[in-house]
């Protein structure tokens, strides 16, 4: 044992390594054993060697690679006995674990990329898109089955079969794990960005229950952007990086102290996390340097924009409408139009942007988003036009399960003139 290691410092590194480290190990174990439950269990069991030796004979210099390789070794043992071919070698709980397993480290290089290899196999786009988040965020992210189901509102066992169903499909349908060629890169890395900013916007804005945040999943899916740009730091990662960090900045002044919501023109700025906001420029800067713009980048340079306004009358709303302008170009959507027309009721005054709001609502793009009546809701209102006000709040209500915002929406209701 190291000098000064007693057993309990010992098992307090090992729960360190296992903190930092146990999501790494895992990955080249799946690459390793080619499964990933079969990589799940030889996890635990490397852990639980390391438990027993670590105190005993010290903390290797490579935890990392000890762990791999006492988990593989482990697997294929486990393979053997199952096989029944005890009598080839006499291991397992009668002798210690070889570390010394070249096979399991030969390229430092290939396992740096086997994380990036699991993000890839997990939101393969064979996966139905909430097979590939539950997924993600299980084995990725290393969130309990539990944590997930509790984050999402459903049942754990709902969501342990949705996974074991995501797992079955790749070991059948023999999905690779693997790095897409650079000629389906661009495709590929757009269903990795999606499922990581559909957790984060799960956790920035949640869509159902008491609380308008989930700081938990949001930290997740800033961890795992940081993690993409570390390993494939591609434009529309550092884009969506950037976004992320921008948006949630804000966290802290998105709500009152008693939960209710603040919207962004009532936001006390001085609540604005400023070192979220240094990073998260400096990032949307360097991924508008490659000049390849894509609606990542180009929503985080909106988001930068508010970030930058020292109050909400300073925000520059034309620069935001013309980013938008931009951002309708390359990535067109009913959403992105609702969000341009906002811009341009900030920018041309109320009626310019309801006019707008309610062509996207008569071309029956949008009817069920509740987002949309609220937008509506609040033009109407700023233009005296009580009638239509109140009839859009209703809509609106009628659509959201989160409870703060609903009861901001019954609070603009009340205060509407009878």
Not at 104 to 128: G, K, M, N, Y
Not at 237 to 248: E, R, T
Request: hydrophobic fraction near 45%; aromatic fraction near 6%.
């Amino acid at each position: 044992m190291e000098i000064g290691r007693t057993p309990e410092t010992v098992t307090d590194v090992v729960q360190a390594v296992y903190l930092s480290d146990s999501r790494r190990v895992l990955a080249t174990l799946i690459r390793l054993l080619g499964d990933f439950d079969l990589a799940e269990e030889a996890l635990h069991d490397a852990f639980r060697a390391a438990l027993e030796q670590w105190p005993r004979d010290g903390v290797p210099a490579n935890p990392r690679a000890w762990l791999v390789s006492a988990g593989r070794f482990k697997a294929i043992d486990s393979r053997r006995r199952r096989a029944r071919f005890d009598a080839l070698e006499e291991v397992g709980d009668k002798a210690d674990i070889a570390v010394d397993d070249p096979a399991a480290w030969a390229d430092e290089q290939s396992v740096e990329d086997d994380r990036l290899r699991l993000i890839f196999t997990c939101c393969h786009p064979a996966l139905a898109p909430d097979a590939q988040i539950a997924l993600t965020l299980r084995e990725v992210c290393g969130l309990t089955t539990e944590e997930i189901a509790h984050a999402y509102l459903m049942p754990a066992p709902t969501l342990a079969q949705r996974i074991v169903r995501a797992k079955s499909k790749i070991r059948h349908a023999h999905i690779p794990y693997e790095v897409p060629a650079r000629t389906d890169l661009a495709e590929r890395l757009d269903a990795v960005l999606r499922v990581i900013y559909l957790v984060f916007n799960e956790g920035y804005a949640a869509s159902s229950g008491a609380l308008v945040t989930r700081h938990d999943l949001s930290a997740e899916a800033i961890r795992l952007g940081r993690l993409l740009v570390e390993l494939l730091p591609e434009p529309e990662a550092l884009g969506l990086l950037a976004l992320m960090l921008l948006q949630d900045s804000r966290r802290a002044a998105r709500t009152s102290a008693s939960g209710e919501l603040i919207l962004l023109d009532d936001q006390d700025r001085s609540l604005w996390d400023r070192k979220q906001i240094a990073e998260g420029t400096r990032l949307v800067d360097r991924a508008l340097s490659s000049r390849r713009f894509g609606p990542y980048m180009i929503q985080a340079a909106i988001a930068a924009v508010h970030a930058q306004a020292p109050t909400a009358a300073a925000t520059d709303w034309a620069e935001i409408v013309g980013l938008y302008d931009v951002l309708m170009r390359n990535d067109p959507s009913p959403i992105i139009a609702l969000n341009r027309a906002v811009a341009v009721a900030m920018r041309d005054g109320p009626a310019a942007g309801l006019a707008l709001i309610e062509a996207i609502l008569e071309r029956g793009e949008l009817v069920d988003y509740r987002l949309a009546h609220a937008a509506r809701a609040d033009l109407c209102r700023r233009l005296g036009k009580v009638a239509d006000a109140r009839a859009s709040y209703e809509r609106a209500l009628s659509l959201t399960r989160q409870e703060p915002e609903r009861r901001f929406l019954e609070r603009r209701l009340a205060e509407l003139p009878a």
